[in-house]
């Protein structure tokens, strides 16, 4: 019997984490969407930063920063556009691990008051848009290498979507 019950207990905890989702907190719009269509149903995604919301402009509230620290991986753009970045660093700890999603990703060029300048608003290119996607791709299976062809199958089928 003790056997048994021991056996329930194994196959239940196992169910358990196998069910488990990889927790992304997403400090934009862009990055939220890329966690959807990469992640799927594997991974639930906690946009901090909801649509209306001027990223050049925010503040994290202290439920803003509850929620970060318990995720698993925070997604943000890069390229200075999250200003407050540092303070909510310092404020979450290590508790999370922050996905610059812009990092390898070169600056567009803009031209402003005759002179070109560096653009951060990486997003606006679709080949940038694949670049970030197999980034978050790349920390989702680190995460969580379990769900390793999920995140595979459906950067690619993302991938394809950003080409139409």
């Known amino acids: 019997m003790k056997r048994i019950l021991g056996i329930v207990i194994v196959s239940v905890a196992f169910l358990a984490a196998a069910r488990a989702e990889l927790k992304v907190a997403s400090l934009s719009t862009i990055t939220t969407d890329i966690a959807h269509n990469v992640g799927g149903d594997k991974v ?45 660093e310092e404020a ?39 670049k970030a996607a197999t980034v978050v791709e790349k920390r989702f299976i680190e995460a969580d290498p379990t769900n390793k062809t999920t995140y595979e199958k459906n950067l690619a089928a993302y991938i394809t979507e950003l080409k139409e």
Request: glycine content about 8%.
């Open 92 to 130: 979450v700890g290590n508790t999370a691990k922050f996905v610059d999603a812009g990092s390898p990703i070169s600056s567009l060029k803009l031209e402003e008051e005759g002179k070109m300048v560096e653009d951060p608003h990486w997003w606006h290119s679709i080949e940038n848009m694949k």
């Open 44 to 88: 639930k995604v906690i946009p901090i930063i909801k649509p209306g919301i001027d990223p050049h402009e925010f503040q994290p509230s202290p439920s803003d920063v509850k929620e970060i620290e318990t995720a698993d991986l925070v997604l943000f753009t890069g390229k200075g556009i999250e200003g407050y970045l540092v303070k909510l």
